[in-house]
């Protein structure tokens, strides 16, 4: 990831920088243990993060840790994204505006309709800037190298993203070339988006795994935002990214993937996990969550996950599905990753 730039401001106010006593003071508290890494009964290791929980009323109803500092979302952002791009004015709905949001496992019917988008926008896939990659799923990584297949721009998970955002540009008649540029017309839509929906500035902009500029919100700011794309009148982009990617989840993750087990268990739920462990969900009567767990460990999402959903009285079979994270010793089961708080 490139280093992080302050973003160019809409308001006349600056935003603060922080001493470098008082950044010093923040870096001292750890933050707390979310996760233990259980093995044969024993705590062999510790996760580190910082999670919010906001009522119905978007009031914060919990917080461990420090949930007003600038995190990087990562795929969190991306339904903020495709509602840029429709914005924009890019017709899209349906699984493929699941698609645009989506971070996919790279199974075909994802791939495929990748390609049927490509080819409806007259773009070709040699001209999406994602990095090449292999399948985000595991097992379709394994049928594909199996399959006598390389790395490819096309199997990069944000390709569907990247495709969305080419269309639009083609539509308005934008660069195609630099649309992963921060001052391309696109990335400024996103970054309006992004403070909209965050309720909050962006301190920062990064670049994304996949290329794109990313924005940063707090975790406060990142809960509020899928509380704003729930909650948002029918009709408008927000409510339409949501209403597509709670329709059709396994386009958002996959079938293997715990935010399509959930989105598909409890409707009206719109949930999506970004890298370096970062996961937010709204439900539909408002209330939602944000984490990020601070190794970046990706592991400890479901256990973490599961225990904040019942915390808010969420009962459901699919909680046990997506807290259940082995470890194995010798071929066995011999303990688990679990939620700490």
């Known amino acids: 990831m490139t280093s992080s730039k302050t973003s160019s401001s809409s308001s006349s106010t600056p935003i603060p920088e922080q001493s470098s006593s008082a950044a010093a003071a923040a870096e001292s508290v750890p933050s707390p243990v979310l996760a233990e890494v259980v093995r044969s009964g024993f705590v062999e290791g510790r996760h580190r993060g910082s999670l919010v929980v906001l009522a119905a009323d978007g009031s914060v109803e919990q917080a461990l840790g420090d949930v007003t500092a600038p995190v990087f979302p990562r795929s969190t952002n991306k339904p903020m994204q495709a509602a840029a791009i429709l914005r924009a004015g890019l017709e899209l709905s349906g699984e493929r505006l699941a698609l645009a949001a989506a971070s996919h496992s790279g199974e075909a019917f994802h791939l495929d309709l990748v390609r049927t988008m490509l080819a409806e ?5 040699e001209q999406l800037q994602t990095p090449p990659d292999l399948p985000l799923d595991p097992e379709e990584a394994e049928h594909y190298l199996a399959a006598g297949n390389v790395r490819d721009r096309l199997t990069m998970n944000c390709s569907g993203k990247h495709t969305a955002m080419l269309a639009v540009c083609a539509l308005n008649g934008w660069p195609l070339g630099t649309y992963l540029e921060q001052d391309h017309p696109l990335q400024q839509l996103i970054l309006d988006v992004v403070r909209t929906a965050g309720g909050e500035e ?3 902009i990064g670049t994304d795994g996949c290329g794109a500029p990313l924005m940063s919100l707090s975790l406060t700011g990142l809960a509020r935002s899928y509380r704003h794309f729930v909650l948002a009148e029918p009709g408008t982009a927000e409510r339409r990214v949501a209403d597509a990617m709670r329709a059709h989840p396994e386009y958002v993750a996959g079938t293997r993937r715990p935010d399509t087990w959930l989105m ?5 739920t719109l949930s999506k996990m970004g890298a370096e462990a970062v996961q937010a969900l709204a439900l539909p009567d408002g209330r939602a969550l944000a984490f990020k767990i601070d190794d970046g460990a990706t592991r400890t999402l479901g256990p973490v996950l599961a225990r904040l959903l019942r915390g808010l009285g969420v009962d459901d079979p699919v909680l046990a599905r997506i807290e259940d994270v082995p470890l194995h010793g010798g071929g066995s089961r011999v303990g ?6």
């Open 336 to 341: 688990e990753i679990r939620a700490a708080f």
């Open 202 to 204: 962006v301190a920062h």
């Open 264 to 268: 598909r268990a409890l409707p009206g």
């Open 121 to 125: 926008h007259g773009l070709a896939a």
